[in-house]
Every structure is written in C-alpha cells, then in structure tokens.
C-alpha cells in the first residue's frame, strides 16, 4: 500500500543547523502540555529524525517525496521510545544549561562493507532504537556544533535564527523589562502601587474609581 508523501522531513530540517534547531525544541518539551494532535506530530518528527540521520547527505533532499514513518515502518522507534528518548535529551540539555558535563555510552556498533566491489557501506547498528537515537543526537550535535549557542537570560542552549540574542520571546522581554525598571525606578514604582490598589480593589469589591485611598501596606511599600 502507498502512502502520501509529507513535510515531516522538512519539518525536521534536512540541513544540520535546522536539525540541530529541531533537536532543541524536542528536548525541551513537556510531554504533559501537549494535546493529541501535537503529540502524534511530535512522534512522527522523532522517527523522521533517525530516519534523516542514517540517510547519505547526499540523497537527504529525496526525502521530501517519502511518506511519514507510522507504527507499521520496519524498524521505527515504538511511541514509548520516543518519549524516553525525550526524556532522556531533556536531561542532557538540562546538564549543559547548569553547565555540567553531559556524558554518555550508546550501546551501538558500526559495520563497514563493499557492496559488489562498486559501494561502499558505512552503517550504524544497535539493538535498541533508543541507543541508535543516543548516537544520532550526539551526531546531530556534532554536525551543527557551531551554530549552539547559550541564553544569555535562561542558560538553555538553542541554535540562533539570524541575529537572534535569546532562545525566546519570553526571555527577551524580561531582559527589556528588567533593563526599563532599572532605569526608570519612580514609574516602576508608581504601577506597582497602582497594581496593588486594583488588586485590593477587586478582593474588597470596590470600584476602581474608588480605590484612590487604598495605600500599600508599608512592607510592600518598601520594595
């Protein structure tokens, strides 16, 4: 039976610096805040991922034509697999953003053949198909190594997009927020209180058009 091609190895990045890009943002997902639809597309990428990895960059563009790997593709990683595959490149990442060490042994072997005295064979093998993931991140990694860089706010390594200084949105607008309250301490000040008044305000049931008189206790007041 034929399948449809997909964009899943696209998706994944045929290239190392966009593979490595993917690579990170699987690490860094949590499993648990992913609904259905997403955790199915997440699965496919990780089986895509191995199957790019063992693929000869020389043919890596064919791959757009090929269907998703699905539950029935010999030799494909099983959906547990691939959440402990997660697992395990999340605590990696993890080790590098505390600045430790990440070691590992995949338990993989490599075979080497001429084929007819024409093709030469270089093929990586494991028992596992979580060991042969192990050896295809440390790959990955490898291949795309320059292109890491740290978060200068969180830590957490990422693979920058044109001149991009942070791994996220989120951590750049708290290094902008950060760098406006320092500089302007008097209205940081001023929408604290007036934060504070609205917070008192609803709890009590005032209006706001009344809660002028509401003032911050002196604890909070001193911050």
């Excluded at 691939?82 to 490149?89: C, D, I, N």
Aim: aromatic share 8%; glycine share 4%; charged share 30%.
């Amino acid at each position: 039976m034929a399948y449809p091609s997909s964009d899943v190895y696209g998706r994944v990045g045929l290239v190392p610096e966009q593979r490595l890009r993917w690579l990170l943002g699987f690490g860094n997902l949590d499993p648990t805040q992913l609904d259905a639809k997403k955790r199915t597309a997440v699965i496919e990428e990780a089986r895509a991922f191995l199957v790019i990895q063992e693929v000869d960059p020389a043919i890596r563009k064919l791959l757009r034509s090929w269907p998703a790997p699905r539950d029935d593709t010999p030799d494909t990683m099983s959906e547990p697999d691939v959440w402990r595959a997660q697992g395990w490149l999340r605590h990696g990442l993890d080790a590098l953003r505390r600045g430790k060490i990440w070691s590992f042994a995949p338990r993989v072997r490599y075979e080497v053949e001429i084929h007819k005295a024409l093709l030469f064979w270089a093929r990586l093998r494991a028992n596992r198909r979580l060991e042969l993931f192990k050896a295809l991140v440390y790959d990955a990694l490898r291949d795309a190594r320059f292109s890491l860089r740290l978060c200068p706010e969180c830590q957490r390594p990422f693979v920058p997009t044109r001149r991009q200084a942070y791994c996220s949105a989120r951590c750049s607008q708290a290094v902008r927020t950060r760098k406006w309250r320092k500089a302007h301490p008097e209205k940081n000040r001023a929408i604290r209180r007036n934060l504070y008044r609205k917070s008192v305000a609803t709890k009590l049931g005032i209006s706001p058009a009344a809660n002028n008189g509401i003032r911050p206790s002196r604890a909070r007041s001193a911050e």
